[in-house]
Nanobody, 114 residues
Framework: QVQLVESGGGSVQAGGSLRLSCAASGSIFSISAWAWYRQAPGKQRELVASIYRGGNTYYADFVKGRFTISRDTAKNTVYLQMNSLKPEDTAVYYC????????WGQGTQVTVSS
């Protein structure tokens, strides 16, 4: 079992920044990749960014150049640095770990006002 706890969400104005954190505990040796997803009201959950055990990263086109995913293996934590935020980035952001089994965090709300 892996437990994921997100933090760092909040409300900012357009153009602002936030950093989300996802701390993992439990059977973390099984994690082969981490990912951030988001879900806006009335929309499907979508992949935002991911980082693999080897360090490779992936970004959705709509966040390229604005968001950065990173990890601190010593702290078993993955981060999502979000810069130049737009109102359309408003959503609940979820952390996901992938490996032998997939786990999700509880989500953290990000609200960007114009």
């Amino acid at each position: 079992q892996v437990q994921l706890v997100e933090s760092g969400g909040g409300s900012v104005q357009a153009g602002g920044s936030l950093r989300l954190s996802c701390a993992a505990s439990g059977s973390i040796f099984s994690i082969s990749a981490w990912a951030w997803y988001r879900q806006a009201p009335g929309k499907q959950r979508e992949l935002v960014a991911s980082i693999y055990r080897g360090g490779n990263t992936y970004y959705a086109d709509f966040v390229k150049g604005r968001f950065t995913i990173s990890r601190d293996t010593a702290k078993n934590t993955v981060y999502l640095q979000m810069n130049s935020l737009k109102p359309e980035d408003t959503a609940v952001y979820y952390c996901r770990s992938l490996g032998g089994a997939d786990y999700w965090g509880q989500g953290t709300q990000v609200t960007v006002s114009s």
